[in-house]
C-alpha cells in the first residue's frame, strides 16, 4: 500500500492515481475505450480503437483523469503486464490478446 496516495484498482492491480498514463484524443473527447494496453514498460494506454492515429493523437495523462473513462469499464478483465484487452463496442464481450498483436 502506498501511504498518502489515493490508489485505482483496474484490470487486476492497484496503481497512483496520479500514474501517466496514454489516451487517445477520442478518449479524451469522451469516445469509449474499447482497446485497454498493459505494455511490457507497465505503461497503460487507453484508446478508441480506431486505426490511423498519428503522434499527436496522444496525450499523457494522469490516470486519475481517465476515472469517468474507467467506471464505464467494469467488466475490463485482467491485463496482465505484455497484454491487451479490446472490445468491438460498448457492452461487447472484451478479448484478451498479446500487446504485440
Do not use: N
Not at 498493459?38 to 484508446?47: I, Q, S
Amino acid at each position: 500500500m502506498v501511504v498518502g496516495k489515493l490508489m485505482i484498482s483496474f484490470a487486476g492491480f492497484s496503481y497512483p492515481e496520479h500514474k501517466a498514463t496514454i489516451a487517445c484524443s477520442h478518449v479524451l473527447s469522451g469516445d469509449p475505450v474499447l482497446l485497454f494496453v498493459h505494455d511490457d514498460d507497465g505503461d497503460l494506454h487507453f484508446m478508441c480503437g480506431a486505426s490511423g492515429h498519428a503522434v499527436d493523437d496522444y496525450s499523457l495523462v494522469d490516470l486519475s483523469h481517465l476515472s469517468e473513462h474507467i467506471r464505464s469499464m467494469p467488466d475490463v478483465p485482467f491485463v496482465q503486464v505484455g497484454y491487451a484487452a479490446e472490445r468491438s463496442s460498448v457492452g461487447a464481450p472484451w478479448s484478451v490478446i498479446s500487446a504485440s498483436d
